[in-house]
């Protein structure tokens, strides 16, 4: 999961390519990070690949529909907590409600002015990334639980299966951890976990591999 200070990553399904690339210059412009997908049946790859804060779903999809879509994304546990806002021209209060009813969290009129887009996106992906940050991370160590962990660890796996790619996963036990930790960049020890767990996960294992090799 990414830090408070990095940029808000979003990821936009929509069929229009003109209105995806709109949608997304004007994100980019904002500091946010974007991925698009034109294809609803690429979203749960998309998700997966890009590991979005937001999700900004066209309600119409061609022969597919922005609800549906998010009903589906919501049964998938790991994706439960990721915000979805729709985009429509659809104005009428009772589509809108009826959409929401889908597991959307917010409802755009199209076309959205640039200012309202960058700051609803902000707010919503921002309070997205702190509440799966509660309910993901293990407090002491800031690394994924037990739990999220084997629901990332089943996504990829159906990942690798849906694109016929091998996947591999390693656990790595380290004898006196407890001595190593002191050595990597910070004085207290539970800012060294949480260094280890959420640098960039091959920078930060090499930090604590360095650090364990001044011990042998």
């Known amino acids: 999961l990414a830090s408070h200070a990095e940029p808000h990553r979003v990821l936009i399904v929509d069929d229009d390519p003109v209105a995806s690339a709109l949608h997304a210059s004007i994100l980019r412009r904002g500091g946010v990070v974007v991925s698009t997908v034109t294809d609803p049946r690429r979203v749960l790859d998309a998700l997966s690949g890009s590991n979005p804060d937001l999700l900004l779903l066209d309600m119409d999809l061609g022969p597919y529909s922005g609800?549906?879509?998010?009903?589906?994304?919501?049964?998938?546990?790991?994706?439960?907590?990721?915000?979805?806002?729709?985009?429509?021209?659809?104005?009428?209060?009772?589509?809108?409600?009826?959409?929401?009813?889908?597991?959307?969290?917010?409802?755009?009129?199209?076309?959205?002015?640039?200012?309202?887009?960058?700051?609803?996106?902000?707010?919503r992906a921002e309070h997205g990334?702190?509440?799966?940050?509660?309910?993901?991370?293990?407090?002491?160590?800031?690394?994924?639980?037990?739990?999220?962990?084997?629901?990332?660890?089943?996504?990829?796996?159906?990942?690798?299966?849906?694109?016929?790619?091998?996947?591999?996963?390693?656990?790595?036990?380290?004898?006196?951890?407890?001595?190593?930790?002191p050595l990597?960049?910070?004085?207290?020890?539970?800012?060294?976990?949480?260094?280890?767990?959420?640098?960039?996960?091959r920078k930060g294992l090499l930090e604590l591999l360095k650090a364990y090799r001044l011990l042998r």
């Open 67 to 123: 609800d549906e879509l998010a009903a589906v994304i919501r049964q998938h546990p790991t994706y439960v907590g990721i915000p979805i806002v729709f985009l429509s021209s659809e104005a009428r209060p009772s589509f809108q409600f009826a959409a929401r009813g889908s597991g959307a969290d917010d409802f755009l009129v199209k076309p959205v002015p640039p200012a309202h887009l960058l700051s609803e996106v902000a707010l």
């Open 184 to 201: 990597t960049r910070w004085q207290d020890g539970t800012p060294n976990i949480l260094f280890v767990g959420r640098f960039e996960p």
């Open 129 to 181: 990334r702190r509440l799966r940050t509660h309910l993901l991370l293990d407090g002491q160590t800031g690394m994924l639980n037990h739990p999220a962990f084997l629901r990332r660890l089943r996504a990829e796996v159906d990942l690798g299966r849906r694109r016929g790619r091998p996947i591999c996963c390693a656990r790595i036990d380290i004898d006196r951890f407890r001595k190593a930790v």
